[in-house]
């Protein structure tokens, strides 16, 4: 090789090194970072979310079916239901970390909770505005991006109308392919008539596992879809079928708050111990008033129990 060419390659050989390297240690929208683990998933429901069969089946289907297809006909949408501490952002996490190394902290996973980030009902047209392009900068950025949507109930209807092009059965919106991005949707809509349907159940002297998903839609269809309060009900995601699961999740009893216990002691480096577990369970609240069934905050709050008893 002559002096100039020898330059060339040496220059364009410590390019190729240099990004190399750098996309090593530097998440990049690649399979490096971006690979989805089946097995961890259905391991991790299995053994870390407790007392949610119905929840745990239909995400991991979900999950499944749609990582394994190449060519989605449109980005994935999970609208999860249920009581305050039930594993509805627990499960979110799950989904995440099965799916990019860097879980949550990775920078394709963007969290809004509808109270932090969208306060102002005056200031909707500006938010609707930064949502749209915030959506589309990241998913030319990456196509498997993942976008979790905190308390979707109280969300402004207009702003939830403004991300429905992006969950539609589009190709492409100016130039932007949205089918292998992945949308999920938290909210406490719901959470009562679960909670009824559960107590039923309960009364009946039914096993909750006997529970199945029928059990629970047309209760959950119709106080999610006509509830006044709920911001989905003046939304055409739902006549446009644009969510493809309805997860519900159910209240959690005394037997699932020894178990969340136990799992977080055994974060903590600590050995579950069953005494610890039924102190902290015991100082929790539950309900109904007589029949003190399910916790008021699920498995919210163990954390800081757990500091005043281990
Ligand atoms: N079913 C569950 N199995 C295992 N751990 C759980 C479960 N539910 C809740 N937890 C634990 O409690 C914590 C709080 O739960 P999480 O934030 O997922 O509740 P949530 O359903 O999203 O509640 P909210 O509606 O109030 O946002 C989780 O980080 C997890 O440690």
Redesign the pocket.
């Known amino acids: 090789f002559d002096p100039i060419t020898t330059t060339v390659l040496v220059g364009v050989g410590t390019a190729a090194l240099g990004r190399t390297i750098y996309n090593y240690f530097h998440e990049s929208c690649d399979k490096k970072w971006i690979a989805f683990n089946a097995t961890g998933l259905q391991t991790d429901l299995d053994e870390?979310?407790?007392?949610?069969h119905i929840a745990s089946r239909i995400v991991l289907k979900a999950v499944n079916g749609f990582m394994n297809n190449e060519n989605p006909k449109k980005p994935l949408v999970l609208s999860l239901h249920?009581w305050?501490?039930?594993?509805?952002?627990?499960v979110s996490k799950l989904i995440a970390e099965n799916v990019y190394k860097e879980g949550m902290h990775s920078s394709f996973v963007h969290l809004f909770t509808s109270t932090l980030h969208f306060p102002h009902p005056s200031q909707i047209a500006t938010y609707k505005s930064q949502l749209q392009q915030w959506i589309k900068g990241n998913i030319s950025n990456c196509e498997r991006s993942l976008f979790i949507f905190?308390e979707m109930d109280k969300m402004h209807p207009g702003l939830i109308d403004s991300i429905k092009p992006y969950l539609d059965y589009y190709d492409k919106l100016d130039g932007v392919s949205y089918r292998k991005s992945i949308f999920i949707f938290?909210s406490?809509a719901g959470g009562e008539s679960i909670v009824e349907t559960a107590l039923d159940f309960w009364r009946a002297g039914r096993d909750r596992e006997e529970m199945e998903l029928k059990d629970l839609e047309t209760s959950l269809s119709l106080s999610v879809f006509n509830n006044n309060k709920s911001g989905f009900y003046r939304t055409s995601l739902i006549d446009k079928n644009l969510v493809d699961f309805f997860v519900p999740?159910l209240p959690?009893e005394y037997k699932?708050i020894i178990q969340?216990t136990k799992?977080e002691m055994k974060a903590r480096g600590l050995e579950p111990d069953q005494n610890v577990a039924n102190k902290v369970a015991k100082d929790l609240v539950y309900f109904p008033k007589f029949d003190r069934v399910f916790s008021v905050k699920?498995?919210?709050t163990?954390d800081s129990k757990l500091d005043y008893y281990a």
């Open positions: 870390k979310l407790f007392g949610q249920g305050t501490g039930t594993g509805k952002n627990f905190d938290l406490n999740f959690l699932h969340c799992a699920g498995c919210k163990i």
